[in-house]
């Protein structure tokens, strides 16, 4: 047995007062908001380890869910070093398909259904009921953008005939040219069509779990029996399906549940996340045993947190976020960097990190953070002719069971390569590369060094962010963006995107 588990009290050591308050409080609904750099995902094993160390808790019974593979991968490894080897780590989907596959082989008569993430056939099929378009004419953007708008509903738990209203409401216009009456239309179809090809997607796995614990006693206890401990981190992004999913599977019985997050971090409203169901928490629960707040930065400087701050305390929603404290001391004051053009950006942004680099800097604690992918073509393109290896990392969907995959720059990483062949005669086992990332899938990684692109009107605030809450929304996301930096944060924008000037841009209003 590993020593600190002979000693549960050891797994306290090196928590400040207020994460030592969370990881002790092991009974009943406990809220835990945390901040950026909080270390909220050490708190939350530590409480996971010290319970199951004491006795209170089964560790084949404790389940702890988050928001990606990698996350949840993380959260396991933490937990094994810490002497918890048998709880559950994943995300809500692959537990719910795991769950689902058990269920279904002693439920139902018929196979199971094949998981598509994106099912694209079923989805041209619908269209081309709904709308006369024939199947071919359909773009790969339009298919996007249209199994997007069908999850949106479903994460919501919308029935299609009342997406008109809600669309209106949610300030949502339809994708692919459709009008809302026919995307109602098409998101009835869609799921006919899945259907008839034996398909499922994500969140089908969430609604038929759902469906099959509401309407069957004997799934219910199943399922339950389970779980007896439940932590769920990153609540602030749940939508209304992930929701009722985790209220099934505690019961009515079981409020033994922890929920980890920060209202300043919703970034995927969009995909019907919301910070509602964190921030009601104590109404939802009224019994609520712990209500924690980890609002000191662990990881960016002074300088970067007050930046931070500043972001924050201009929202007309300033009184739901916490205010970030440090201990950390001040670093380089977050620069911020004005380029006539998007061209010039990317060239004054590389030639700032080959400079980094120059002088002993690690690439990979540098990265460049965009609110579109379109913007890090140019500086991959300017790495590029620097010499820089870089990686981009795709989108995170909150809904992905897979785990994510970095694209590598193979024309920067062979220049690299040859270099280091040349100079010792051997190939290195591992090159590090710079980070090019846009800000949500930037969501919970770090680094020394982060140059925020693209901060001008249009851009950051996007164009199509016309309503409040998706102007607040848009304001978390720079926030997110600026609270990845641990030492230095240089925040840059361009007048124009060519530098002709027919177009000019302003600053964006998020800069302090």
């Given at each position: 047995m590993d020593a600190a588990v002979k000693d549960p009290d050891r797994l306290l050591e090196g928590l400040d007062d207020r994460q030592r308050q969370a990881a002790t409080a092991l009974t009943g609904p406990v809220r835990i908001t945390a901040v950026a750099?909080?270390?909220?995902?050490?708190?939350?094993?530590?409480?996971?380890?010290?319970?199951?160390?004491?006795?209170?808790?089964?560790?084949?019974?404790?389940?702890?869910?988050?928001?990606?593979?990698?996350?949840?991968?993380?959260?396991?490894?933490?937990?094994?070093?810490?002497?918890?080897?048998?709880?559950?780590?994943?995300?809500?989907?692959?537990?719910?398909l795991r769950q689902l596959s058990f269920i279904w082989r002693d439920m139902v008569d018929t196979p199971?259904?094949?998981?598509?993430?994106?099912?694209?056939?079923?989805?041209?099929?619908?269209?081309?009921?709904?709308?006369?378009?024939?199947?071919?004419?359909?773009?790969?953007r339009d298919c996007d953008d249209l199994l997007a708008e069908t999850a949106w509903m479903k994460v919501s738990l919308l029935p299609a005939d009342q997406y008109p209203k809600a669309a209106a409401l949610a300030h949502r216009t339809p994708p692919a040219g459709l009008s809302a009456d026919q995307m109602a239309a098409l998101a009835d179809r869609f799921d006919r069509e899945k259907a008839a090809l034996g398909q499922i997607d994500f969140n089908d796995i969430l609604l038929i779990l759902c469906h099959l614990i509401e309407s069957s006693p004997e799934v219910a206890q199943?399922?339950?029996?389970?779980?007896?401990?439940?932590?769920?981190d990153e609540y602030q992004d749940i939508s209304s399906l992930q929701h009722r999913m985790i209220r099934l599977w505690l019961g009515?019985?079981?409020?033994?549940?922890?929920?980890?997050?920060?209202?300043?971090?919703?970034?995927?409203?969009f995909n019907g996340a919301t910070s509602w169901f964190?921030?009601?928490?104590?109404?939802?629960?009224?019994?609520?045993?712990?209500?924690?707040?980890?609002?000191?930065?662990?990881?960016?400087?002074?300088?970067?947190?007050?930046?931070?701050?500043?972001?924050?305390?201009?929202?007309?929603?300033?009184?739901e976020y916490l205010r970030l404290g440090t201990p950390q001391p001040d670093g380089p004051a977050v620069s911020q960097d004005t380029y006539g053009s998007d061209g010039l950006e990317a060239q004054g942004v590389a030639r700032q990190i080959k400079d980094l680099l120059d002088h002993g800097a690690g690439?990979?604690?540098?990265?460049?953070?965009?609110?579109?992918?379109?913007?890090?073509?140019?500086?991959?393109?300017?790495?590029?002719?620097?010499?820089?290896?870089?990686?981009?990392?795709?989108?995170?969907?909150?809904?992905?069971t897979r785990p994510q995959e970095d694209r590598l720059s193979s024309t920067s990483v062979q220049h690299i390569a040859e270099q280091a062949f040349a100079a010792?005669?051997?190939l290195p086992s591992r090159i590090e590369r710079v980070t090019l990332s846009t800000l949500h899938a930037a969501k919970g990684l770090e680094w020394d060094t982060v140059f925020l692109i693209g901060a001008s009107d249009g851009l950051l605030p996007f164009a199509s962010a016309s309503a409040p809450a998706q102007m607040e929304e848009e304001r978390r996301l720079f926030y997110v963006g600026v609270t990845r930096g641990r030492k230095k944060v240089v925040v840059s924008w361009a007048r124009s995107q060519d530098g002709t000037g027919t177009r000019t841009r302003h600053r964006s209003r998020f800069l302090p």
């Open positions: 750099g909080a270390g909220k995902t050490r708190t939350i094993t530590r409480r996971i380890a010290y319970a199951c160390a004491k006795g209170v808790w089964s560790p084949t019974r404790t389940v702890a869910v988050t928001f990606s593979v990698k996350a949840a991968r993380e959260m396991q490894r933490r937990l094994a070093a810490l002497g918890a080897t048998d709880v559950t780590c994943a995300t809500i989907h692959s537990l719910a199971f259904p094949q998981l598509t993430p994106h099912p694209v056939d079923a989805l041209k099929r619908a269209v081309t009921a709904v709308t006369g378009a024939a199947a071919d004419t359909i773009s790969a199943k399922i339950r029996r389970r779980i007896g401990w439940l932590t769920v009515r019985q079981n409020e033994n549940i922890c929920v980890v997050g920060d209202p300043a971090q919703t970034i995927y409203s964190l921030l009601n928490f104590d109404k939802e629960f009224p019994g609520i045993r712990a209500d924690i707040r980890l609002g000191r930065d662990y990881r960016s400087s002074g300088s970067i947190v007050r930046y931070a701050n500043r972001v924050l305390t201009a929202s007309p929603l300033s009184g690439a990979d604690q540098i990265a460049v953070l965009s609110r579109l992918n379109s913007q890090l073509r140019a500086v991959a393109r300017a790495l590029d002719r620097l010499g820089v290896a870089y990686l981009t990392r795709r989108g995170t969907d909150p809904a992905d010792s005669g051997t």
